[in-house]
């Protein structure tokens, strides 16, 4: 099983979908969760950290699943910029300072 | 302004010709660390450095260096660059604390290797 494993997408919604991203993750030490966002050929962004109660951006949603190993991001009401390759990413902490990041998923939102 | 300074944005160069990929924080971050980004591989990283004088390797070290001099420079060593170092490469920054860290990226090097 690989460190952290995303939906393959791409994912093409029409504008106003609501859209669900999953990925998994191998390592039950790991603590920490991210989802970043990424634009073609440009940096990753933070878009939110996941904590185990869940938590809400306005139309972010990002839930967290310790038991099944698995962390979600919800997008509501999706708009034409949020268009963009979604990052899931996980933090082990130990000696090595490592963050693994997912191949990301590629979110296209049409008119 | 906070930022992650990489320099060069865009970088050809040919086989053996040694290069250094310069990256600069302006946030007093103890945490630095060099990614490279390949189509269907997503972002490996390849060194990180823990604070001065501190560095460890990542996924992906082999032919490359770091060094960690000041705590603001976290520059980017190829000796002796090869075609199958083409890639997209960021450098990204980060607090060390205990809750969880965000990244800054500064806004990545072409590199590419004839």
């Known amino acids: 099983r690989k460190e952290v494993e995303q939906d393959p997408g791409p994912f093409n919604v029409p504008e106003g979908a609501t859209v669900a991203f999953n990925c998994t993750y191998s390592?039950?030490?790991?603590?920490?969760f991210f989802w970043y966002r990424q634009d073609c050929r440009k940096e990753p962004k933070l878009l939110m950290s996941?904590?185990?109660s869940g938590n809400e951006d306005g139309r972010f949603t990002a839930q967290l699943n310790r038991a099944s190993q698995y962390i979600s991001l919800l997008i509501r009401d999706s708009k034409l910029s949020d268009s963009a390759t979604y990052l899931c990413?996980?933090?082990?902490?130990?000696?090595?300072?490592?963050?693994?990041f997912g191949k990301g998923t590629l979110l296209t939102v049409n008119p | 302004e906070a930022q992650v300074t990489q320099n060069p944005r865009y970088l050809i160069t040919v086989t053996g010709k040694k290069l250094t990929v310069t990256c600069s924080q302006n946030?007093?971050?103890?945490?630095m660390s060099w990614y490279r980004q390949d189509p269907g591989l997503g972002l490996r990283q390849i060194y990180y450095?823990?604070?001065?004088?501190?560095?460890d390797k990542g996924d992906v070290p082999e032919g490359y260096k770091v060094s960690r001099k000041e705590k603001r420079n976290f520059p980017l060593i190829l000796e002796s660059p090869s075609p199958n170092q083409t890639s997209l490469y960021f450098c990204?920054?980060?607090?060390?604390?205990?809750?969880?860290?965000?990244?800054?990226f500064g806004s990545g090097t072409q590199l590419s290797v004839l």
């Open positions: 996941v904590y185990s």
């Open positions: 990204a920054s980060s607090l060390v604390s205990g809750a969880g860290e965000k990244l800054f």
């Open positions: 990413v996980v933090n082990r902490r130990s000696s090595n300072y490592k963050l693994t």
């Open positions: 390592n039950s030490a790991s603590q920490s």
């Open positions: 450095s823990m604070n001065v004088e501190v560095t």
């Open positions: 946030m007093n971050h103890e945490y």
